[in-house]
Nanobody
């Protein structure tokens, strides 16, 4: 099992910035990728940004140039720097982990509980 602890959500005015952080804990053998997804009311969960163990990144078109995903000094942490926030960025943001966990090294896909980001106009 992997536990994901997220932090950094909150309320910000349009044009402002927020930084989300996520730390994974548990018996982690390897990490394939970590990332952030978001879900706005009445909408499906969507990809925001991901980063692989090799450092390759992928962003949703809607956040390119505004958001930056990065790994922390600890390999099991990931951050999302969000700049130039817009009201349409309002959503619950979820941290995602994909990798081998446990002594059996089973592939797993885990989610955090989510952190609310609200951007006021």
């Amino acid at each position: 099992q992997v536990q994901l602890v997220e932090s950094g959500g909150g309320l910000v005015q349009a044009g402002g910035s927020l930084r989300l952080s996520c730390a994974a804990s548990g018996i982690i053998f390897s990490i394939n990728a970590m990332g952030w997804y978001r879900q706005a009311p009445g909408k499906q969960r969507e990809l925001v940004a991901t980063i692989t163990s090799g450092g390759s990144t992928n962003y949703a078109d809607s956040v390119k140039g505004r958001f930056t995903i990065s790994r922390g000094n600890a390999k099991n942490t990931v951050a999302l720097q969000m700049n130039s926030l817009k009201p349409e960025d309002t959503a619950v943001y979820y941290c995602n982990f994909q990798g081998q966990v446990g002594f059996a090294r089973n592939m797993g896909d885990y989610w955090g509980q989510g952190t609310q980001v609200t951007v006021s106009s």
